[in-house]
């Protein structure tokens, strides 16, 4: 067989195995999976490796780029964790606070973001989930955010407020256009909401992320996209006849969501979880992602950019970490095929 | 109806091989009533107006954007200005198109766009199928590790990898060979690889371009579904692994495909980090190049010059146009395969 041939070029290690009896047959053909995933490999090992050890590099040591007349390139000299310790001290805004402060407050935005992404982006597929009358309409319309991408649009919207801006320089015309997303969640004005919430009683931290996510609908919408991509696939996935036997029994939309959907889906909930924190985390219109990029807006590597990259990256390593820990036991897998 | 309440079927008509009978039943408006008149009824209809309403509004939030730069193409420099233009312009003008498609050579970016997308999309959709079908189909020591690896591909921006980047590709080598040979040289690369296509595709061809490493975990969750039967069987057919992965797997896999086929195309379409820090000399034009979105100096000279025309204002209103027609062909497309989207999504077996 052909395989075979394959097998001994890139498993020299069977002659280690000779003891026994040679790799059995399941244990040659799950060597073959290393040509599978080896595209992969060849990628991370020869490009992506250097360039993420070069950026690395760069952040603990000071970058010199030597002028063209003595040959050009670049020097580093190591300066060890100063990088570090200036960059991650350095006020960034008039409050005064600190790099490292500004990660954290960001975090506890981001976070809140999430889980509002998550959450809306699994009520939208529910929704779309169901028999209705004009679904395929709204279900395309839904994905155009997934297709068109939110860095196009940031960029639309960029020019758009620039047009904003070039009129408001000519003082004092109400603008003929406007961008989109203000006009567009225009429609339940902000102050409307906070009234209301007011007279409901309810205190002003819950009425703060209230207005804002109001006032932010676009944003989210825009963003939840692939989410709600992927929860309409887990939604399709569970089985018409569970959701009979449970209107057999007499169970309420409210409880079939919360004992049936709501187990079948939590895999893909830690998907999204994932996805979204690494979406947002790094997405260019992140407060802290802008710090970063602007350090060295002009793409001159600089020890401080890399340096503030890094430990960001860092703290958000380690938030999946926990994320992925938390939800582990929250997580409920339906094993067919394992 | 049968007014005479006999008990048996009344004969209406009857006729060799068919016969028409009228049976007692309730009455058409009692039927109504009990059908209409209850609470669930009214629960369900409420329920069915406030999602359609609310399905509406959001439709409306995603695509008002779009009209309201639609209508602000056709603007003249005068209508941005006047206060009772909202969205329908009263001097419709064409100057925006025109200098795109002229003067910025739109159809000649959106071919080469389409080439690159078409091209990377190919690879990344085959790069992630070899890939996930490797992470899910072998049980191999330190598959989890490299998987994390793939995951932390994601994690880290390219941004942020830029600069290290457009090195690694100005001097791109196999350990010095094309150095040697004078392979640039001969043909014509005084920069390496920098401004050709050739770092995207090997991005794509190493699963590293953009949320190759979603594409990945996708591929491997719907390999995941897929019966382990089906390898077996063709295994006792004779069929050796890769003949398996490219005779039965890849062609059953076709929904799947598609569906990442369409965001890596549409991505790369609209992406604009990738094209301008690789592909940033004015021979290589995309749609997404900043040369394709901006105004020729000269041009804006000549404006300057022009009585009543703002400059400032015409160099907006072209990126807003130019936004537009970035968008337009991919809306067109997207149009048409917006359903195999869903089909290849919701066929993944993701929920297992």
């Known amino acids: 067989m052909t395989n075979d041939i394959k097998m001994n070029t890139t498993t020299p290690a069977s002659s280690k195995k000779k003891k026994r009896r040679g790799a059995s047959l399941v244990e040659k053909k799950d060597r073959l999976g290393w040509i599978f995933i080896l595209p992969f490999l060849i990628g991370f090992v020869f490009l992506y490796a250097g360039v993420v050890f070069e950026s690395l590099s760069y952040s603990f040591a000071q970058y010199n780029t030597i002028p063209a007349i003595k040959g050009g390139g670049y020097s580093l000299t190591f300066v060890g964790f100063d990088n570090f310790a200036e960059q991650l001290m350095k006020t960034v805004d008039s409050d005064g606070k600190t790099f490292i402060e500004m990660i954290f407050t960001s975090f506890a935005n981001q976070i809140i973001d999430v889980v509002i992404i998550l959450m809306f982006s699994l009520f939208i597929a529910v929704l779309l989930n169901t028999k209705m009358a004009g679904r395929t309409a709204f279900r395309a319309i839904f994905f155009v955010p997934v297709v068109v991408g939110a860095g196009i649009i940031a960029k639309i919207d960029a020019s758009a407020s620039e047009i904003l801006d070039a009129m408001s320089s000519l003082e004092g015309i109400d603008m003929g256009t406007s961008q989109g997303g203000e006009q567009a969640s225009g429609l339940v004005s902000s102050m409307d909401v906070e009234m209301l919430l007011m007279s409901l009683g309810l205190g002003g931290s819950f009425t703060d992320i209230i207005v804002q996510l109001v006032e932010r609908i676009y944003e989210i919408v825009n963003r939840s996209g692939v989410q709600m991509l992927i929860f309409l696939a887990g939604l399709q996935g569970i089985s018409p006849s569970v959701y009979e036997s449970c209107q057999m029994e007499g169970a309420t939309a409210w409880e079939t969501f919360w004992k049936i959907t709501f187990p079948m889906i939590s895999p893909m909930i830690l998907v999204n979880a994932f996805y979204t924190i690494i979406d947002s985390f790094t997405a260019e219109s992140n407060e802290v992602m802008q710090a970063i990029i602007a350090i060295s807006p002009d793409g001159v590597p600089s020890g401080a950019q890399s340096a503030a990259a890094w430990t960001y990256f860092g703290i958000v390593i380690v938030a999946l970490g926990l994320v992925a820990l938390v939800c582990k036991n929250f997580v409920f897998y339906d094993r067919k095929n394992d | ?352």
């Open chain 2, 1 to 352: 109806m049968n007014k005479n309440q006999e008990t048996a079927p009344r004969v209406l008509k009857e006729s060799k091989n068919r016969i028409r009978v009228d049976f007692e039943r309730t009455s058409l408006k009692e039927r109504m009533k009990a059908k209409y008149l209850n609470s669930n009824f009214y629960t369900k209809l409420l329920l069915a107006i406030f999602r359609f309403v609310l399905l509406l509004g959001i439709s409306y939030i995603i695509l008002f954007p779009f009209f309201s730069k639609i209508s602000a193409s056709f603007m003249s420099p005068v209508d941005f200005i006047q206060s009772d233009v909202k969205l329908i312009p009263k001097y419709p003008t064409l100057n925006t198109y025109k200098y795109l498609i002229i003067e910025n050579h739109y159809f000649e970016a959106m071919l080469n766009s389409f080439i690159l997308s078409f091209v990377c999309a190919a690879i990344q959709m085959f790069i992630a199928a070899f890939v996930g079908y490797g992470f899910a189909k072998f049980k191999f020591k330190g598959k989890n590790l490299v998987f994390l690896l793939v995951m932390l591909t994601m994690i880290v921006p390219h941004q942020i990898l830029a600069s290290s980047f457009v090195q690694k590709f100005i001097y791109f080598d196999f350990f010095g060979i094309l150095e040697a040979t004078g392979f640039y040289n001969a043909i014509g690369l005084s920069q390496g690889l920098y401004n050709t296509y050739a770092p995207l595709i090997i991005l794509s061809l190493t699963g590293l371009a953009f949320k190759n490493g979603l594409f990945i975990f996708l591929m491997r969750q719907f390999y995941r579904g897929v019966p382990d039967e089906l390898e077996e069987s063709s295994a006792i057919d004779g069929y050796g692994t890769f003949k398996t992965f490219f005779h039965i797997i890849l062609p059953i896999s076709v929904p799947m495909l598609t569906t990442v086929f369409i965001l890596a195309f549409a991505w790369q379409w609209t992406d604009i980090f990738y094209v301008n820090t690789f592909l940033p000399a004015s021979e290589n034009l995309l749609l997404t190049s900043n040369n394709f979105w901006a105004v020729m100096p000269d041009t804006l000279e000549a404006l300057k010059d022009q009585a009543g025309a703002n400059a400032d204002t015409f160099e907006v209103a072209v990126k807003n146009t130019a936004g537009l027609l970035v968008v337009l062909p991919l809306m067109v497309l997207y149009i048409f395969c917006q359903r195999k989207l869903v089909q290849g999504i919701a066929q993944s077996g993701l929920a297992n």
